[in-house]
């Protein structure tokens, strides 16, 4: 069997796609079981968050696996397979476990080095505990995770080098400003009661607004978050937990509105976003113009006469321009040239293709005539010059809005809505593109490369092991067939004569084992390795059920041990 991973992430898909794509409870729990119920597979596990959906598997076939896994992932998010299928990414054995690993670092975050996302692997993994859909292979696997992830944050400074969603988008809605300042004395509303609006509300508490309005469908929860903050001593904010249906009026009253629900439609549509706002100033909000503006310089693009700084009517059927007419207006004036050059820049001519096609050639005639128009005329025809383009001022906002939710609580029509500034999803993943990062993501890297490497050496010594320990039972069998052969030709033997002899036939058996089956472990353990099982069953003539049978007996064992750490509260 072997480690598959099939999914998509903000690195692989738009926003658009991943909101779509969303898994309700319900709908990870049947996609869990579908799997283990599929052919190709033994073992599933589901990380699924607000910006990533990955199916980790067990499989015994590549291909037979990857079908399987994307077409259940396209049947329970609802998503069709064909549309779903140029977003997903396959990563394969030791390349799945990289994967993992660098996802449990917060290396493949959206904001690089968030820690969260360890809560979200082990709920992960707790999941698939209780679905027992889990096996050796994934418990191995997520544990190792959830220690790689922690030894990276607490052996580097990878906190240094990002920060939680949270954080970052509380960054992104202060625009320069330290997150402090511009949150200081503010009202907030946090919309949600879950772990990511939990946090929502604890950092902005901390960061020094004087309210914390909650709202949430199930009152009791967020009266227990308004209560813990209210309580909390590193801070002297105001909480207040509201009912759902109080939203539109507390967001009249609030600053900023943090969302993250797991509801599948809009908690805040633009309308309603924009009564606020209106209820709030007393004038109607205005609409931003997005109508695309005027290329630079106020020039139209190549192939109409709008920014050329020639009539091209002047030469009958001039119908473009291409590069080529650098060279054959090249008496031009530098001014002149200037306009031409960010004139033919527009254009659809590749300046990297130099081949003449039969179009090039008409081109070069047309402009070859145009220069001798020129040239005949004594001077340049008409110069149109636009006047530049002046954008309006835009008022500064009056409420800030983050939508961490995945699909979207926030209409995005609100980023046209002037005096409102909204950060989500899709943009926090346009910012964090550029964020900086910093040296010690290397060590981090540097750290998953070695759990990598540790992880494939340990899983190779343990597919091993099954072997060893039926040879050594097979060993064991032999040595007391031939005791209780040896008192059937010697039954005068004492009881101490007996233990002597039965004593110094094991110990010769143990010495001759020794070495073999410690160095088949070792050799078993470096890549390429696995073989070495199979030369020993071949060799000892072992029965290959004897082996399974061990196998078995180890996942009984693992899952007993982990239902056992369960129940006494250690997961």
């Not at 990380?47 to 990955?54: H, K, V, W, Y």
């Not at 511009?182 to 009661?193: D, H, N, S, Y």
């Not at 439609?265 to 004038?283: M, Q, S």
Request: aromatic share 2%; net charge negative.
């Amino acid at each position: 069997m072997s480690l598959l991973v099939v999914g998509l992430s903000h690195r692989s898909a738009p926003v658009s796609v991943l909101e779509r794509a969303t898994l309700n409870a319900d709908a990870q729990i049947k996609l869990l079981q579908d799997t283990v119920a599929a052919e190709p597979a033994a073992e599933a596990a589901l990380l699924a968050t607000c910006n990533r959906i990955e199916l980790y598997a067990d499989v015994d076939k590549f291909h037979a696996g990857v079908a399987e896994l994307s077409t259940l992932l396209a049947q329970h998010s609802g998503v069709g397979l064909e549309e779903l299928t140029p977003y997903l990414y396959v990563h394969y054995e030791d390349r799945a476990v990289h994967h993992l690993f660098s996802v449990a670092c917060g290396l493949d975050s959206m904001v690089v080095g968030e820690g969260q996302v360890l809560g979200q692997i082990k709920d992960a993994l707790a999941t698939a505990q209780e679905l027992h859909t889990a096996g050796r292979l994934l418990n191995d696997l997520f544990q190792q995770a959830l220690r790689t992830g922690k030894r990276a944050h607490s052996e580097t400074g990878i906190d240094r080098a990002g920060q939680s969603l949270v954080t970052f988008g509380l960054e992104q809605l202060s625009a320069g400003t330290a997150v402090e300042a511009w949150a200081k004395g503010k009202r907030a509303l946090v919309i949600g009661a879950g772990s990511m609006s939990s946090l929502a509300a604890a950092t902005l508490a901390r960061a020094g607004v004087a309210e914390v309005v909650i709202a949430n469908r199930t009152p009791d929860r967020a009266e227990r978050l308004a209560q813990i903050l209210t309580e909390g001593d590193d801070t002297d904010v105001l909480a207040r937990a509201v009912p759902m249906d109080a939203v539109p009026a507390e967001l009249t009253r609030a600053d900023v509105a943090v969302s993250c629900t797991g509801a599948t439609g809009l908690v805040l549509t633009a309308e309603a976003v924009a009564a606020a706002v209106e209820g709030r100033t007393g004038t109607p909000v205005a609409v931003r113009d997005e109508t695309p503006a005027p290329a630079a310089g106020g020039l139209a693009p190549a192939g109409t006469d709008e920014g050329c700084p020639l009539d091209l009517s002047a030469v009958q059927g001039a119908t473009g321009f291409s590069v080529m007419g650098e060279a054959a207006v090249a008496g031009m004036d530098a001014a002149t040239l200037e306009q031409h050059a960010a004139w033919v820049d527009r254009g659809t001519v590749d300046r990297r293709d130099s081949r003449r096609t039969p179009e090039v050639e008409v081109e070069a005639e047309l402009i070859t005539a145009l220069a001798a128009t020129v040239a005949a005329g004594g001077r340049l025809p008409e110069r149109r010059r636009p006047e530049p383009v002046v954008e309006a001022p835009r008022p500064a906002p009056v409420l800030a809005l983050l939508d961490l939710a995945m699909p979207r609580d926030i209409d995005a029509a609100v980023h046209r809505l002037l005096g409102v500034r909204l950060v989500d999803i899709e943009s926090l993943a346009e910012a964090s593109a550029d964020a900086p990062m910093a040296a010690d993501v290397d060590l981090v890297r540097r750290i998953v490369a070695d759990e990598v490497t540790a992880f494939g050496a340990a899983q190779r010594a343990a597919h091993i092991t099954p072997t060893v320990v039926a040879l050594r039972t097979m060993a064991a069998d032999v040595v007391a067939n031939e005791i209780a052969r040896l008192d059937g030709r010697l039954p005068g033997l004492d009881e101490k004569q007996r233990g002597e002899i039965t004593q110094t036939v094991r110990r010769v058996v143990d010495k001759l084992l020794h070495a073999p089956t410690v160095r088949v472990k070792q050799l078993a353990a470096e890549p390429g390795g696995a073989g070495y099982a199979d030369a020993l069953r071949t060799l000892f003539d072992l029965d290959p059920e004897t082996v399974a049978a061990v196998s078995r007996a180890d996942d009984r064992d693992t899952s007993d041990s982990t239902e056992n750490a369960k129940n006494r509260g250690r997961e």
